[in-house]
């Protein structure tokens, strides 16, 4: 057995069993092996980051992958007086310690870059080593899967609202300034609009129009009155919403959300309301 094989065995023999993640001397703070596998000998965590849900880009053969999901970076540093291990060891030991749980290989660069995969209960692991620097060199591990829906479209909230307080308050319907024209930035909110009126077929809504306290008061009221014409008059005709459904009204500033001392509270006024008929 030559010493590459050698030193191969005995690392695999540690990286290749799933262990409890575990921090040693000289970590950095909350750094840690990643349950399945673990670190060359002579090596600390320098740094150490982990995120719910990231992309990472790996190779597989000559195309690019971006895989999606729960994502480690673990960057290793030589200790003082260690023996530094060269990119081939560092490469080899993480390639056969994949195989001998299943994984393969997918990529593997001799300047300093692997790419693995394995299936492990059920879920899938991406693995890239970059041992391109090997006083310093890093693991980026993905646990592949799918985001958490944190956030709902806008046509669910908007139902919700209007389930418990009758109406659903709308940001993203722009308008050219001073007038009732829609800009081309408002068709996805009108589109989600046209969501929430197929998602329940029973549902009528008044359209109103808000402004802000700048301007004159007479001509305030006229032009949220035109805006909110303008945005019933695209739900009809460029997305087909019945018009006996809509009905459009302007209040002007009669019924601010915010101050208008501030632009902040200027910008929550302009906007659309949409109330249950």
């Given at each position: ?8 065995v ?26 399945l ?8 965590i ?19 992958v971006q ?78 899967a ?70 004159e ?61």
């Amino acid at each position: 057995m030559n010493t590459l094989k050698a030193i191969a065995v005995v690392a695999v023999a540690a990286l290749a069993v799933p262990v409890a993640a575990l921090a040693q001397e000289g970590d950095v703070e909350g750094g840690r092996d990643h349950p399945l596998l673990t670190r060359m000998p002579g090596y600390y965590i320098s740094r150490y980051e982990e995120k719910e849900f990231e992309a990472h880009t790996f190779k597989v053969g000559e195309q690019d992958v971006q895989v999606e999901g729960h994502l480690t970076q673990i960057r290793y540093a030589l200790a003082s007086g260690a023996k530094e291990a060269s990119r081939l060891q560092i490469l080899r030991n993480y390639e056969a310690a994949i195989g001998k749980i299943g994984g393969k290989v997918l990529r593997s660069d001799y300047d300093g870059s692997s790419f693995l995969k394995v299936v492990k209960d059920g879920k899938e692991v991406w693995v890239h080593v970059d041992a391109y620097i090997t006083s310093e060199w890093t693991l980026w591990i993905v646990e592949k899967a799918a985001m958490k829906q944190d956030v709902v479209a806008n046509a669910d909230a908007w139902h919700a609202d209007i389930a418990s307080s009758g109406r659903a308050i709308v940001y993203g319907i722009l308008f050219d300034t001073d007038k009732a024209t829609l800009k081309p930035e408002s068709d996805p909110v009108l589109r989600e609009i046209a969501a929430l009126l197929a998602k329940d077929e029973s549902l009528g809504l008044l359209v109103v129009g808000h402004t802000d306290m700048t301007g004159e008061l007479a001509h305030n009221m006229k032009l949220s009155d035109e805006r909110a014409a303008s945005v019933v008059s695209a739900l009809v005709t460029r997305h087909g919403v019945a018009a006996g459904r809509l009905k459009g009204y302007g209040v002007g500033p009669l019924a601010p959300v915010a101050s208008n001392d501030t632009e902040d509270g200027r910008a929550k006024n302009r906007r659309v309301e949409l109330v249950k008929r």
